[in-house]
């Protein structure tokens, strides 16, 4: 995946993908979350949802090639993906992101415990996202936020607008040749647990197109349309941690 | 007030490529209160409300600490601190303080006071570190790179909860214990952590102590007697170094004098910051 991953058409893919996501969740009612946080804690919020928001397209866009590497598949179109993947952008996360800080799974706060379970079972989740983990770090930002998201998560609109993402995020793969090696037959071959893979690849699948339109949705609250659109971590400042020494 | 209360509380600056919270509270001569490791601006709570009614408080947690900056790619030493503290200063608008500090942060505040003298108004140094005082056996231990793949931020929680109790004199409150430590009960703020007992380093101190003699600003050296982390006889040395110093002696209190001895240490505080 390296090559794909780490190429600038890769990057600029997924920038695409965040803002068809941000065109989607505009579609969408605004959460509109009043939350008794403070400045640094408003400052810090804001530093983890840029993460998530910067990170979730990327992962998808990741998710959908390595479930095509990993069944043989070709492109949709069936045609090999033609981008060129020769200029790279720069190794590791831009300068100024914000750690991926987050409580436990299971955390020893009762207030918290009894909100990770809603999400759970609201959003039909085996396990709690970090995303959602790490907003847990303010518990009084995430308990009004979650309580004005949870009503959008069901309806049909919203339904709509995932699966939407979900496509856009297949069509992006499109231009990229399915990464060669770690086809099933192969992995099989060598022992490892292909079933657990393939289910673990299409479960990601299926959660981040709604993981994004929730963080999306969440972020709207803060940044205007354009700055929702755009992402948080353009090129140019990846491409300035390139010249550090 | 709890921590979460606290933190509720804090400000943001950015400086430099990192970012500083801080309480800021009453009015009057502006105090910076800087604490040590492995504790956060939520330290001076016990001593807090009595300083706010004549003071202009500000409390900023060092960048790895607390509720500043924990990301895995800056300098935590002392020296840098001071510089980050001194870049803080002038991204609020201030020009010069009274400097109260404990543990690392006197480290800071000696350096402040040696190297950035017009930021120092006045200097009160709480069970600090100094000279060759520093580091403790326990931030060696818990410094070591390794002890990241060693130690969960659970268990890092719990080693830390129990080896700081020496640090009182009597049984902290739980809740203050508990939320001293809230801030590293991640796995980031654990990593944090360590990176900070990483950059515990006695030179920064011993190569400033020929400087000491220059600080020129009204100075108190407040000890919590019976300090097992930071021995009194370091305290009295620095008391004989820096010529415009007070000693001051706080019985029945150990390393964590604002806690134990809270009103006491206030009522000092107050009385040096007012003084003329």
């Given at each position: 995946m390296q090559p794909v991953a780490g190429s600038r058409a890769f990057e600029l893919a997924s920038d695409d993908l965040r803002a068809r996501a941000a065109d989607l969740v505009l579609t969408l009612p605004a959460l509109r979350t009043g939350a008794p946080v403070g400045e640094s804690q408003r400052f810090q919020i804001e530093g983890a949802l840029a993460l998530y928001h910067y990170v979730n397209p990327k992962l998808?866009?990741?998710?959908?090639?390595?479930?095509?590497?990993?069944?043989?598949?070709?492109?949709?179109?069936?045609?090999?993906?033609?981008?060129?993947?020769?200029?790279?952008?720069?190794?590791?996360?831009?300068?100024?992101?914000a750690a991926m800080e987050m409580v436990d799974e299971n955390p020893s706060d009762k207030r918290l415990r009894r909100l990770f379970s809603d999400i759970k079972k609201t959003l039909q989740l085996s396990s709690i996202n970090s995303d959602y983990r790490t907003l847990a770090l303010w518990p009084d930002y995430l308990e009004p936020a979650w309580g004005a998201l949870k009503p959008v998560v069901q309806t049909e609109a919203y339904r709509e607008a995932a699966v939407a993402l979900g496509d856009h995020a297949r069509a992006a793969?499109?231009?990229?040749?399915?990464?060669?090696?770690?086809?099933?037959?192969?992995?099989?071959?060598?022992?490892?647990?292909?079933?657990?893979?393939?289910?673990?690849?299409?479960?990601?699948?299926?959660?981040?197109?709604?993981?994004?339109?929730?963080?999306?949705?969440?972020?709207?609250?803060?940044?205007?349309?354009?700055?929702?659109?755009?992402?948080?971590?353009?090129?140019?400042?990846?491409?300035?941690?390139?010249?550090?020494? | 007030m709890t921590w979460r209360d606290f933190q509720r509380l804090q400000r943001v600056a950015e400086v430099r490529d990192t970012f500083i919270s801080y309480l800021e509270d009453g009015s009057g001569t502006p105090v910076v209160l800087l604490h040590g490791i492995p504790t956060w601006s939520y330290l001076w709570t016990p001593v807090l409300g009595r300083l706010t009614r004549v003071a202009r408080v500000l409390a900023p947690d060092l960048p790895g600490f607390g509720f500043s900056d924990k990301r895995d790619r800056f300098d935590r030493s002392i020296a840098r601190q001071a510089e980050l503290i001194d870049a803080w200063m002038d991204r609020i608008g201030l020009e010069s303080a009274v400097i109260v500090a404990h543990d690392i942060g006197g480290g800071v505040a000696l350096r402040l006071a040696t190297l950035f003298p017009s930021r120092v108004r006045k200097l009160c140094l709480i069970n600090t570190v100094s000279y060759d005082s520093?580091?403790?056996e326990l931030m060696l231990q818990f410094g070591h790179p390794g002890a990241d793949r060693q130690l969960s931020a659970a268990m890092a929680v719990r080693l830390l909860k129990q080896a700081l109790k020496g640090g009182f004199a009597k049984r902290p409150p739980s809740d203050l214990l508990d939320g001293l430590l809230a801030p590293y009960s991640t796995e980031v703020g654990k990593l944090s952590l360590i990176r900070n007992a990483s950059a515990l380093n006695t030179n920064l101190t011993t190569e400033i102590a020929p400087l000491l003699s220059?600080?020129?600003?009204?100075?108190?050296?407040?000890?919590?007697?019976?300090?097992?982390?930071?021995?009194?006889?370091?305290?009295?040395?620095?008391?004989?170094?820096?010529?415009?110093?007070?000693?001051?002696?706080?019985?029945?209190?150990?390393?964590?004098?604002?806690?134990?001895?809270?009103?006491?240490?206030?009522?000092?505080?107050?009385?040096?910051?007012?003084?003329?």
């Open positions: 998808l866009l990741f998710t959908v090639l390595v479930r095509r590497g990993l069944h043989g598949e070709r492109t949709a179109s069936g045609q090999p993906g033609a981008t060129d993947l020769a200029a790279r952008v720069p190794f590791g996360a831009p300068r100024s992101m793969a499109d231009r990229f040749p399915t990464p060669q090696g770690f086809d099933l037959r192969r992995l099989g071959a060598r022992g490892e647990q292909t079933q657990a893979l393939s289910d673990v690849t299409d479960r990601f699948e299926r959660l981040l197109p709604p993981l994004i339109l929730n963080i999306g949705l969440f972020g709207r609250d803060w940044w205007p349309d354009g700055r929702l659109r755009s992402s948080p971590f353009p090129l140019t400042e990846t491409t300035r941690m390139e010249e550090r020494p | 520093w580091p403790i220059s600080i020129s600003v009204p100075t108190m050296i407040l000890w919590g007697e019976d300090d097992l982390f930071q021995p009194i006889a370091y305290g009295e040395r620095l008391a004989w170094d820096i010529p415009a110093a007070q000693f001051v002696r706080i019985g029945g209190a150990r390393h964590f004098a604002m806690v134990d001895r809270p009103r006491a240490v206030a009522d000092r505080l107050r009385t040096f910051v007012t003084g003329g």
